[in-house]
């Protein structure tokens, strides 16, 4: 008898398929994050100079350099995407309320 391998599709979040509490939060730091470091590695800075460009200590830009993301708020990687020289749009309307719901667009 062979074992049937199962598949269960993805709901396009990884913490959240795998029960995690704080799932959205973590998918949104995880896709800033990844921006983050993908902006630092095109610079290929040294882990002293990105510490200074980022103005955190070297052991975080570690942790930084490490897809760590968890261990910085959505916000200090949104200052880090400004520090890299980015410009960050939010767009913000309600999640529900179809095609004619005001959106406000913020610029940081």
């Known amino acids: 008898m062979t074992e049937q391998t199962v598949f269960e599709e993805s709901s396009g979040n990884v913490f959240a398929d795998l029960g995690l509490e704080d799932a959205e939060e973590l998918f949104t730091r995880g896709k800033i994050g990844i921006q983050v470091l993908s902006l630092l590695q095109q610079r290929n800075l040294k882990q002293r100079e990105i510490s200074k460009l980022l103005g955190i200590p070297q052991p975080e830009v570690s942790y930084l350099m490490r897809g760590e993301f968890q261990r910085f708020s959505e916000g200090k990687l949104l200052t880090f995407l ?26 940081l």
Do not use: F, M, W, Y
């Open 82 to 107: 400004k520090r890299l020289d980015t410009e960050v749009t939010l767009h913000l309307r309600p999640r529900n309320a179809g095609t004619q719901a005001t959106e406000t667009v913020v610029s």
